[in-house]
């Protein structure tokens, strides 16, 4: 491994394992995307061998379902248990409103699915992704039926907006749902709640990779070389 990751993994590796031990016995479980959520997973099939946890848990993308089965995890749906306990979740930035970018790896429509879902939603993180105002890549999931338009009211949004290719397919990222992603380009974001509701409005978008609305139940797990930092939003306000 190249040295310069070395104290990245660790720091994700702290964050998901200090998430995996606020899981108690017989919760359902969201369980997001992402290499720290994949950190979560492995420390919750420990506690479930080594304590005997009863545990469901609610995959967000068809990548999340192997890693558990992997980990002998058992799944259920969001159908089957529409009341989540705790979901866990990793995030691209995290503001000081404990607003965020999220969806980077295109699954962004079910992990809100499953933090709309849940009473409590914890957002793993390195601390570097902790930021004072947002920007950079949002993602948009979109239906592939009238593609241009869409991108169209959104360079109105004030993006750069590019439909995101396969890396190892010719042709776009097809989401689990079946849908393209585009990756929007933003400068920093000013309004990201106004933002949020402003893209949600343009006819195609399923959703998009802000999440502005879970500040409330949201506690986040930044982790730096030596520590965690826990931060919800009674630690913010005055």
Same mark, same amino acid.
């Given at each position: 491994?190249?040295?310069? $990751?070395?104290?990245?993994? &660790? ?8 998430? &995996? ?8 479980? *969201?369980? %997001? ?44 749906? =969001? +159908?089957?248990? @529409?009341? !989540?306990?705790?979901?866990?979740? /990793? &995030? +691209?930035?995290?503001?000081? %409103? =404990? ?16 933090? $709309? ?18 920007? /950079? ?8 039926? *009238?593609?241009?338009? $869409? ?8 993006? =750069? ?12 990222? !097809?989401? +689990? ?9 933003? @400068?920093?974001?000013?309004? @990201? ?10 006819? /195609? !978008? ?15 797990? &930044? $982790? /730096? ?12 306000? @005055?």
């Amino acid at each position: 491994m190249d040295e310069t $990751a070395q104290p990245l993994t &660790a720091a994700k590796r702290q964050a998901g394992y200090h998430a &995996a031990n606020l899981v108690e016995d017989g919760m359902v479980v *969201g369980l %997001g995307t992402g290499s720290t959520v994949y950190f979560m997973i492995e420390r919750l099939s420990s506690r479930l061998k080594g304590e005997k946890l009863s545990v469901l848990g609610i995959p967000t993308s068809y990548q999340t379902a192997i890693r558990a089965r992997e980990y002998g995890i058992p799944l259920t749906t =969001l +159908d089957d248990h @529409p009341v !989540i306990d705790i979901a866990i979740d /990793g &995030a +691209d930035q995290v503001d000081f %409103g =404990l607003r965020m970018i999220k969806g980077r790896g295109g699954a962004h429509t079910r992990e809100k699915c499953v933090a $709309a879902a849940a009473s409590r939603f914890i957002v793993v993180i390195d601390e570097q992704k902790l930021v004072p105002r947002l920007g /950079g890549v949002v993602p948009v999931e979109i239906i592939p039926f *009238g593609v241009r338009p $869409a991108m169209n009211q959104l360079r109105g949004l004030g993006c =750069l907006p590019a439909i995101r290719e396969g890396g190892k397919k010719d042709g776009p990222v !097809i989401s +689990d749902n079946g849908n393209f992603i585009i990756d929007c380009k933003f @400068p920093e974001i000013e309004n @990201p709640v106004e933002l949020e509701m402003a893209i949600a409005k343009i006819p /195609g !978008i399923v959703e998009s990779g802000l999440f502005t609305g879970f500040s409330g139940i949201a506690t986040v797990i &930044a $982790a /730096g070389e030596k520590k965690c930092k826990i931060l919800s939003l009674t630690d913010i306000l @005055p």
